[in-house]
């Protein structure tokens, strides 16, 4: 094997063994996030994860509205009392 190639296949083995290594990382990665979405919301896919965060907007955006009609409220009762 002439010396070039010899350089370049060392060169494609390196990025080769790199690209493995990132690979394994972000496996590793997403291994965590899945134990964490099973642990924290029981979801065991993407989808169910999907599902899940759509569930939990409605209901935030539930509980704010709530919250500003009872401020709301609030503030009517006291300034009418107040004055």
């Not at 924290?40 to 999907?50: G, Q």
């Amino acid at each position: 094997m002439s010396e070039l190639k010899l350089k370049k296949y060392i060169e494609l083995k390196k990025r080769v063994e790199q690209a493995q290594q990132e690979a394994n990382k972000a496996e590793g990665a997403l291994e965590q996030i899945t134990k964490q979405l099973k642990k924290e919301f029981d979801c065991n896919t993407l989808e169910a994860a999907k599902k899940k965060l759509r569930v939990l907007e409605k209901q935030g955006q539930k509980a704010k509205t709530e919250f500003e009609n009872a401020i709301e409220e609030f503030e009517e009762k006291w300034d009418n009392e107040s004055t």
